[in-house]
Structure formats: structure tokens, C-alpha cells
């Protein structure tokens, strides 16, 4: 979910799909121009969008939360 100052805190699939297309969107890139950069599959970077848990997102997101933390996601000044 987006909060105060651009930051995006990640508890579902669907919080970092709304991350991911927030800066993607922001860096003026389209799906297919952020696929080539990564190495990734256009239609891959739609589903991780779209909120679709897919197994990697989810486990990242069961360590955290055994972990007990959270993970937040805020522009980069590096």
C-alpha cells in the first residue's frame, strides 16, 4: 500500500504489484522496455502487477512474516 512520501509497504502480492507498476510508471518505462532491462518476460512482469503471487513472491513473503518484518519499498538515490 502506498504511503506518506512515495513509501510502499509490502504485505501481499498485491501490494508489490502496485509498487512495482508505480515505479515502473515513474521511470516512464513500459512493461516490455522494464523486460528487456531485467531479463525478465514481459507477460512475468503483468503477472507480479496484477498482484499474482507467484511461488518466489511467496516465499519471500512467508520468511518475513515468520521473521516477524515487514518490507518497505522507497525510491532509491543511489
Do not use: C
Not at 522496455?33 to 513472491?57: I, P
Amino acid at each position: 500500500m502506498k504511503t506518506q512520501g512515495q513509501h510502499f509497504r509490502i504485505y501481499t502480492p498485491a501490494s508489490l504489484g502496485a509498487a512495482i507498476r508505480h515505479y515502473r510508471q515513474q521511470a516512464g518505462l513500459s512493461q516490455a522496455d522494464l523486460a528487456e532491462r531485467t531479463g525478465l518476460n514481459r507477460t512475468y512482469l503483468s503477472d507480479l502487477e496484477q498482484g499474482h503471487e507467484t511461488e518466489q513472491v511467496k516465499r519471500i513473503l512467508r520468511v518475513l512474516k515468520q521473521l516477524g518484518v515487514r518490507m518497505t519499498l522507497e525510491e532509491a538515490d543511489w
